[in-house]
């Protein structure tokens, strides 16, 4: 190692003020060269500009003299020729009268004024001729002018150009003093860095301490409630407005992914849902929606809404629900009531929003959720779009293979698809199949897109029905997974039959079971929910085996 090299502080405050003024003056000299040569610059170049405009105007007024004097002496020529012309003998020869120009007399008179038109034609090409000879005599002694200030301005660049190779001279002397200085710097300023580290390691402690406490009092603002929970317990974490963020569980919901987060509320004492988003539009559209659709009871109370100006962001605030149709399907034994009870809850809610002309489009496992022992009710509008919208964000709607969405992606026309009750169908299609079968429809999208060519041939998709039980269950899958959008059943039709999920009808053939609830005398009368859905021919069968 080294010897240990002490730095007199007075000495190096001394040895940095001498540089920076020596640099200053350094820096205002070259400036003021700078300066001054540029104003020499301007200034010639300004002359030679104004005396180059000087000539170019000069020139130009002689062409014009010339070019008028030539167009008077043509008029003139022409003139003559056409008093000769019109000299004219009217009375025959020897008459002694003549006529010019209209005029008739003796021929002395027509020659004396003949004559006197010539003098005056003389006289003026004599005046023209010596006006171009003195602006001749001008344009000479201008252009002996430019060529004397041309020759003065060479001296100087040259001037110029050998005292910018003495500057530059001095600026290599100067710069070999410079690189001494600099050197120097470094030296002192690797000195004054070894005193800084020891003086971060010193405090380290503190600075680890405040980066600490501007963790926990970084955020948005409005948290009065939170700050009485910091006090009073060892709670801690993220909040926004009154609500304490659950960083630690994300779990799935039916909002979209990545702008949904699981919280508490510190007031209400409740767990809550936190939708978030950015688009203003987006935030006052889902409102619009949820205060029309919460009449109907078939969506998730919304509990809050909220604006965080400082930061943009709009939240908007659910309960949380006790259980989703999601959790539902992963309990290995469900009654079929409960089934029912979801189906005919799913059926309702998507109708409703049907008969207001509005399309979920995105409706998921998640989406289904429950409040206690009530009924069943969609959470989130964010994927909601009016029937016939352009949906922009197709990647977003559902994680379902979904006919049309496929076929738009595969013909490149995923930004023209449109919103429409078809594609709920098919959700909630593949949602029951689900819930009655114990597994997806396809076991990937490979799957999917293989089912749905074939189905684009043979007019239809193969649902492994076998793995369903019950018959009404079957019939809803054959009405709702349809290829062609207008062979699927519309969502206040399959109600009904939702509500019939749990009979024992056979409409596939055999021996019908009565059912309990809407048997006539052994019979099942055709006004009956079950021969309404069903169709007349369940009766007309059961008649002909009668009969």
Same mark, same amino acid.
């Given at each position: 190692g080294g010897q240990r090299v002490g730095v007199d502080a007075q000495a190096h405050k001394e040895d940095v003020r001498r540089m920076r003024k020596e640099q200053k003056e350094k820096g205002a000299a070259v400036k003021i060269q700078t300066n001054y040569r540029q104003h020499a610059a301007r200034a010639e170049f300004g002359g030679l500009l104004a005396e180059w405009r000087a000539g170019l105007e000069m020139e130009a007024a002689a062409r014009e003299r010339e070019e008028? %004097?030539?167009? *008077? $002496? #043509?008029?003139?020529?022409? $003139?003559?020729?056409? %008093?000769? %012309? &019109?000299?004219? +003998?009217?009375?025959?020869?020897?008459? /002694?009268?003549?006529?010019? +120009?209209?005029?008739?007399?003796?021929? $002395?008179?027509?020659?004396?004024?003949?004559?006197?038109?010539?003098?005056?034609?003389?006289?003026?090409?004599?005046?023209?001729?010596?006006? /171009?000879? #003195?602006? =001749?005599?001008?344009? $000479?002694?201008?252009?002996?002018?430019?060529? #004397?200030? &041309?020759?003065?301005? @060479?001296?100087?660049?040259?001037?110029? @150009?050998?005292?910018?190779?003495?500057?530059?001279?001095?600026? !290599?002397?100067? %710069?070999?003093?410079?690189?001494?200085?600099?050197?120097? =710097?470094?030296?002192? /300023?690797? &000195?004054?860095? =070894? *005193?800084?580290?020891?003086? @971060?390691?010193?405090?380290?402690?503190? &600075?680890?301490? !405040?980066?600490?406490?501007?963790?926990?009092?970084r955020g948005m603002w409005g948290r009065r409630y939170a700050r009485e929970v910091r006090k009073s317990s060892k709670q801690k974490g993220v909040f926004l407005f009154r609500y304490h963020l659950d960083e630690k569980s994300r779990a799935k919901s039916g909002l979209p992914a990545g702008e949904t987060a699981f919280a508490y509320d510190v007031k209400t004492k409740q767990d809550v849902v936190l939708r978030l988003t950015k688009d203003e539009a987006q935030y006052r559209r889902e409102a619009w929606l949820q205060s029309i659709l919460e009449e109907g009871g078939v969506v998730a109370p919304l509990v809050d809404m909220q604006h965080a100006k400082k930061h943009g962001v709009y939240v908007l605030v659910y309960k949380k629900p006790t259980t989703d149709l999601a959790k539902l399907l992963t309990k290995k034994r469900v009654s079929l009531q409960a089934k029912k009870s979801a189906i005919v809850g799913l059926c309702k809610a998507v109708a409703l929003l049907h008969s207001k002309r509005l399309a979920h489009c995105g409706l998921v496992e998640e989406s289904l959720v429950r409040y206690g022992d009530g009924d069943w009710k969609l959470l989130g509008l964010a994927t909601a779009h009016k029937e016939g919208e352009m949906v922009g964000h197709v990647d977003k709607l559902t994680s379902q293979a979904i006919p049309e969405i496929m076929l738009a992606r595969e013909g490149g026309d995923l930004d023209g698809l449109r919103a429409s009750g078809a594609i709920d169908v098919w959700c909630a299609g593949e949602l029951v199949f689900k819930v009655f079968a114990g597994r997806p429809l396809f076991a990937s999208r490979k799957q999917a897109a293989a089912a749905l060519v074939a189905a684009h041939k043979d007019k239809d998709v193969e649902v492994p029905l076998e793995d369903v039980q019950d018959v009404m269950a079957k019939y809803l899958l054959e009405n709702m997974l349809c290829r062609q959008p207008q062979d699927r059943m519309q969502m206040k039709d399959l109600v009904l039959c939702a509500d019939q999920i749990g009979t024992e009808a056979d409409y596939y053939g055999g021996v019908p079971t009565i059912d309990p609830l809407h048997d006539v005398d052994g019979g099942t009368p055709p006004d009956s929910p079950v021969a309404l859905v069903l169709g007349s021919e369940v009766v007309e069968d059961e008649e002909e085996r009668g009969g």
């Open positions: 008028l %004097a030539r167009e *008077e $002496e #043509e008029r003139e020529r022409r $003139e003559r020729e056409a %008093a000769e %012309a &019109a000299v004219q +003998r009217p009375f025959g020869i020897g008459s /002694g009268t003549f006529r010019v +120009r209209g005029k008739e007399g003796p021929a $002395e008179d027509l020659l004396d004024d003949a004559a006197e038109q010539l003098q005056a034609c003389f006289r003026g090409h004599v005046a023209r001729s010596r006006v /171009g000879a #003195e602006l =001749r005599r001008r344009l $000479e002694k201008r252009k002996f002018e430019r060529q #004397e200030r &041309a020759a003065v301005t @060479i001296q100087r660049r040259q001037r110029g @150009i050998a005292a910018r190779a003495r500057v530059a001279a001095i600026r !290599t002397r100067h %710069a070999q003093q410079d690189l001494v200085a600099l050197l120097e =710097r470094v030296w002192y /300023g690797h &000195a004054a860095r =070894r *005193e800084v580290k020891k003086m @971060i390691r010193r405090n380290r402690s503190v &600075a680890h301490a !405040t980066l600490t406490i501007q963790r926990f009092t």
